[in-house]
């Protein structure tokens, strides 16, 4: 799919491209910060071996917290994902249909599918979060984690901010596809 930016000609237009610029530059500054999640991950994972077989003691607060960190990264980088339209799709049949085509699809997608899929992952994850910082949720080994519900947060967050990616991408789309000329 042409991946240029597209160009308002009305006002409205470029108010629409300037809130999507706006959801963009979010999500890659969150991403800027969670994308350290994978390297303190590697760190944790070569401490953890180093002290399990080389000390012949691991630790468990290790393996949750190598658990946490890969959860943020992949979360996070959902919506990153998005952004830079690098995603794992099946592009069988949208390579043979036309970019006006191809748009039209993806908006259909993310209206149709996306959408309501993040807002029941958000509309249920908020409740499992709140019900855990209720009970003051912790890990089940003496020497785990505690606040359970901080990780359980990243849910609802991270499909905010997925749900921000797409309606940035929507918005783009949408712009694209209402240009004369094209």
Same mark, same amino acid.
């Given at each position: 799919?042409?991946?240029?930016? #597209?160009?308002?000609?009305?006002?409205?237009?470029?108010?629409?491209? $300037?809130?999507?610029?706006?959801?963009?530059?979010?999500?890659?500054?969150?991403?800027?910060?969670? !994308?350290?999640?994978?390297?303190?991950?590697?760190?944790?994972?070569? !401490?953890?071996?180093i002290l399990r077989y080389g000390f012949n003691h691991?630790?468990?607060?290790?393996?949750?917290?190598?658990?946490?960190?890969?959860?943020?990264?992949?979360?996070?980088?959902l919506s990153y994902a998005e952004i830079t339209n690098s995603q794992?799709? @099946?592009?069988?049949?949208?390579?043979?249909? $036309? #970019?006006?085509?191809?748009?039209?699809?993806e908006i259909f997608g993310s209206l149709v599918f996306v959408? #309501?899929?993040?807002? @029941?992952?958000?509309?249920?994850?908020?409740?499992?979060?709140a019900a855990s910082y209720a009970l003051g949720e912790s890990s089940v080994s003496p020497l785990g984690l505690p606040y359970r519900w901080l990780i359980k947060a990243v849910i609802p967050v991270s499909f905010i901010l997925f749900a921000l990616a797409v309606m940035a991408r929507l918005f783009r789309n949408v712009i694209r596809l209402t240009q004369k000329g094209e």
């Open positions: 799919m042409n991946e240029s930016l #597209p160009v308002a000609n009305g006002s409205f237009g470029q108010l629409i491209l $300037k809130i999507a610029d706006l959801f963009e530059n979010l999500v890659k500054k969150s991403a800027a910060v969670f !994308c350290w999640s994978t390297a303190l991950l590697v760190m944790v994972i070569i !401490c953890n071996v691991g630790l468990i607060l290790f393996e949750e917290i190598q658990w946490h960190l890969y959860a943020i990264g992949i979360m996070f980088g794992v799709r @099946v592009d069988v049949v949208a390579h043979l249909l $036309k #970019p006006q085509t191809q748009i039209k699809w959408f #309501p899929m993040i807002f @029941v992952v958000v509309y249920n994850s908020i409740d499992y979060v």
